[in-house]
């Protein structure tokens, strides 16, 4: 069973990087879409970005795009999200999943998920 944890969240003020790290263990993820989730306070949780098994195909939602990438490092078996300018409605838990589909936006259609990281921004 893979697992993954996340790390790299925190304290950030309005304007700052963060790069959020995602380690696999107990298999691989060469194979499998990677996808970075976040879930602000009493919200649903909410997609942010994917990333297809080789690295080559990429999708975000329209609130993070040009200024988070998502990136991945099989030989590493960890996936990345590169957080510039962040702004205080970023703030939320960040959760990592791996799916077999490709490119999926949905949280139900990934099986492994992390136990997410707090990512803070303050204005």
């Known amino acids: 069973q893979v697992q993954l944890l996340e790390s790299g969240g925190g304290l950030a003020q309005a304007g700052d990087s963060l790069r959020l790290s995602c380690a696999a263990s107990?298999?691989?993820?060469?194979?499998?879409?990677m996808g970075w989730f976040r879930q602000a306070p009493g919200k649903e949780r909410e997609f942010v970005a994917t990333i297809s098994w080789g690295g080559g195909s990429k999708k975000y939602t329209d609130s993070v795009k040009g200024r988070f990438t998502i990136s991945k490092d099989n030989a590493k078996n960890t996936v990345y999200l590169q957080m510039n300018s962040l702004k205080p409605e970023d703030t939320a838990v960040y959760y990592c999943?791996?799916?077999?589909?490709?490119?999926?936006?949905?949280?139900?259609?990934?099986?492994?998920w992390g136990q997410g990281t707090q990512v803070t921004v303050s204005s």
């Open positions: 107990g298999g691989t993820l060469s194979r499998s879409t």
């Open positions: 999943a791996a799916s077999n589909h490709y490119l999926p936006t949905t949280p139900t259609l990934y099986i492994y």
